[in-house]
Structures are given as C-alpha cells and as structure tokens.
C-alpha cells in the first residue's frame, strides 16, 4: 500500500490548509486512518485519526476545534481540514494507515499504523 500526501504550503496564521491522503489500495476500509507531525527539532506527535469502523474522528488537544479529518471511502482518501493555522503547527505532516481494527486508546500510538505516507510540509508564519 501507499499512501501520497499532498496540500501543504506556507500561510499565514489565521489561514487555512486542506491535506489529502490518497492511498493506493482501499485500505482505509479495513482500518484507521491517521495524521501525525513534526516539527524541527521534535518527536513526532499524533494530530488526528479516523475510525475506519464509525468514521469518527478523534483529535489531539493542541488541535481541537480548529481542524477536522475526514476521509472517503469510495476515492481511497484522508483528509485534513486545518482552519485557524498558528505558527507552533508548522511542521512536516505525515498520513499513515492501519491494516485492521484497533481500540481507540492506541489510535495516537504511531508504532500501530503499518504504512506511511511521505510527508508533506506546512508553514504558518506569524
């Protein structure tokens, strides 16, 4: 499987982004779907995640309420709608994939997700 990010760029703070995940096979049918990131000079941290069984998302604490992931089912694809940007969420964003189900505690768990995307950066000046 893999997985292509893309929608990053430089913005200005208040701005919005949108990322996209296009996976190559349906895999975010059989299980979640997550956004991670890094920042320079930080461990990667998790960002969001969808449920591949209900849908719902669930979302770190830095970022609720400001972003929203999503994902279709039937074009293969994750989303992230990043609105109210600040400069501290400048960081490279990653998009990975879990083949089958797993219990929602460990959806923030990076060691869980089987595939991985490349990246895609996001600047947010101030």
């Known amino acids: 499987v893999q997985l292509q990010a893309s929608g990053g760029g430089l913005v200005q703070a208040g701005g919005s982004l949108r990322l996209s995940c296009a996976a190559s096979?349906?895999?975010?049918?059989?299980?979640?779907g997550g956004w991670f990131r890094q920042a320079p000079g930080k461990e990667r941290e998790f960002v969001a995640a969808?449920?591949?069984?209900?849908?719902?998302?669930y979302y770190a604490d830095s970022v609720k309420g400001r972003f929203t992931a999503s994902r279709d089912k039937v074009k293969n694809t994750l989303y992230l709608q990043m609105n109210s940007l600040k400069p501290d969420d400048t960081a490279i964003y990653y998009c990975?994939?879990?083949?089958?189900?797993?219990?929602?505690?460990?959806?923030?768990?990076?060691?869980?997700?089987?595939?991985w995307g490349q990246g895609t950066l996001v600047t947010v000046s101030s």
């Open positions: 990975a994939a879990r083949n089958g189900r797993i219990v929602v505690s460990a959806l923030q768990r990076a060691g869980v997700y089987d595939y």
């Open positions: 096979e349906p895999i975010f049918n059989s299980g979640p």
């Open positions: 969808v449920d591949n069984w209900n849908g719902k998302p």
